[in-house]
Nanobody, 127 residues
Framework: QVQLVESGGGLVQPGGSLRLSCAAS????????IGWFRQGPGKGREAVSA????????YYDDSVKGRFNIFKNNAKNTVYLQMNGLSPDDTDVYYC????????????????????WGQGTQVTVSS
């Protein structure tokens, strides 16, 4: 059974950091591109960051560029999103998603391109 489980969300003060984890089971991440999305109340799901199946190519939305870092640990079958310099604007539910990809350096930013989704983890940035 294919499953993605996010963890690492929580409450953090402005300027703080969090590391989100996306652990995969039922498949190996080596052949999957992964995306991190966020969604606020009444808003659509937007891509924050994405990584290719090889891990060699990454994407960051302009709003997080220079603050967030996405990376894969294939040994742990987990993808991480390191979030630094957090602001209240980053408050949202964060989701990871996976899609099988034969293209080692392609990433994807449209939610409809992904096949599997985690349950989401809440990130709240507030003083």
């Amino acid at each position: 059974q294919v499953q993605l489980v996010e963890s690492g969300g929580g409450l953090v003060q402005p300027g703080g950091s969090l590391r989100l984890s996306c652990a995969a089971s039922g498949f190996t991440l080596d052949n999957y591109a992964i995306g991190w999305f966020r969604q606020g109340p009444g808003k659509g799901r937007e891509a924050v960051s994405a990584i290719s199946s090889s891990g060699g190519s990454t994407y960051y939305d302009d709003s997080v560029k220079g603050r967030f870092n996405i990376f894969k640990n294939n040994a742990k079958n987990t993808v991480y999103l390191q979030m630094n310099g957090l602001s209240p604007d980053d408050t949202d539910v964060y989701y990871c998603a996976a899609v099988p990809s034969p293209y080692p350096n392609n990433w994807f930013v449209a939610s409809h391109e992904y096949d599997y989704w985690g349950q989401g983890t809440q990130v709240t940035v507030s003083s």
